[in-house]
């Protein structure tokens, strides 16, 4: 049962946040993507990549200074890999490393865990990464300049003291990619996303479920999001919406975003609703539509299986059931003028669903 009077939580946007968190409202600095925590418990943070390339394959990476459930932990680093054949064959790996194999620039982006390095300047990044299975090389470089929507920083508590923040460091790229698996090389491009996040309490506790993708459409540019905060927080809805055309950003207002999720089923592997189709709708001086059709599920993790003895006993014992899974299928975007639509464009699209809460959704 949510709360009658939740506790707040809200998208910072205040010039007096600005001045506070120490960035503005028309510019992102470099040191924005890099560390902004001090890796310690409590937090968490993480850089990740995602790329649809040439071949019809799909790969992420991302490197965690620990794992999402864990912000508790003390610092425990490790990069991870997914690589996703059109064959339907899959890949997904850890390499974790030594703490004191562990580095992170304050000044920008430059990670380094062991041998592998995620290193960037708001516009070129080169990551690397190398394990048992698979070794990837990938150069992304910006086609859209950096954003975030408003300061970034969603916060909670009256007070608020906790917060969880997103930086969209390249909303969209070019890819060129080396990967190795098997013995076997292949050299791919693609278009490719960045973005880097990083929190001061466990997501567990403020975070309810978020829808998130991206996705390019002949001249467009589409990030949507749908985050929406704990039953502590009366689950409050946060709709994001980015559109870019040729490069340049000409819709970001979230109050003129609407979202609605239909065809809702129950994922047969982690038990949590998935909506097969999301529309966001963003009614400003144009109006566009942006629709997401699941066609596949490619990937899917239960929390609980990454905990071992107690913490893996008592989370059974509480029900905690958090899982994640992404998707494939169909983007489409319709400008509208009247009520007509009068353009369309559509592609192929990468997107997830993260879901910490108990299940909800009608």
């Known amino acids: ?42 937090t ?14 799909t790969l992420v990476v991302t490197f965690n200074t620990k794992l999402v459930t864990a912000a508790d932990h003390p610092l425990e680093p490790y990069a991870n890999v997914c690589f996703d054949r059109p064959d339907g064959t899959k890949l997904d790996t850890n390499t ?21 390095s995620f290193v960037g300047d708001l516009h070129t990044y080169d990551i690397h990464v190398e394990t048992d299975e698979i070794t990837v090389d990938v150069t992304l470089t910006g086609e ?41 090389t292949v050299e791919v491009t693609g278009t490719g996303y960045h973005d880097h996040n990083w929190g001061n309490c466990s ?32 689950r409050a809805a946060f709709p994001i919406f980015l559109l870019a055309k040729d490069g340049q950003v000409i819709a970001d207002d979230d109050a003129l975003v609407t979202f609605v999720e239909s065809e809702v089923h129950i994922d047969e592997g982690t038990g949590k609703p ?13 109006d566009f539509r942006v629709t997401w059709e699941r ?18 006993f ?26 007509r639509v009068v353009e369309t464009e559509t592609n192929e699209a990468i997107w997830e669903e993260m879901y910490f809460g108990r299940n909800h959704k009608d």
């Open 1 to 42: 049962m949510s709360l009658q009077h939740p506790v707040l939580a809200r998208l910072g946007s205040t010039p007096e946040e600005y001045e506070r968190l120490g960035i503005s409202s028309d510019h992102i600095e470099p040191r924005e993507d890099g560390m902004r925590t001090d890796g310690g418990k409590g």
């Open 203 to 234: 997501m567990l506790k403020v975070i309810d479920n978020w829808y998130w993708g991206r996705a390019q459409l002949g001249p467009y540019t589409v990030i949507a999001c749908l985050v929406t905060a704990a039953e502590r927080y009366g």
């Open 314 to 339: 008592l989370a059974r014992m509480i029900g905690f059931d958090g899982a994640y899974l992404r998707f494939t299928g169909t983007i489409t975007l319709e400008k509208l003028e009247d009520g």
């Open 144 to 184: 859209v300049p950096p954003w975030r929507p408003k300061t970034g920083h969603f916060l909670f508590e009256e007070d608020e003291h906790l917060f969880f923040a997103w930086l969209p460091s390249v909303p969209q790229g070019k890819v060129t990619a080396t990967i190795t698996v098997g013995g076997e």
């Open 44 to 57: 968490f943070e993480w850089w990740y990549l995602d790329a649809t390339l040439s071949d019809g394959s």
């Open 274 to 286: 998935v909506g097969d189709v999301l529309t966001y709708t963003y009614a400003g001086e144009v």
């Open 96 to 116: 974790p490393v030594f703490t004191e194999d562990f580095k992170a620039s304050t000044e920008g982006c430059d990670v380094r865990m062991g041998p592998n």
């Open 295 to 312: 066609k596949e599920t490619i990937f899917r993790a239960q929390f609980i299986d990454a905990l071992h003895g107690l913490q893996h």
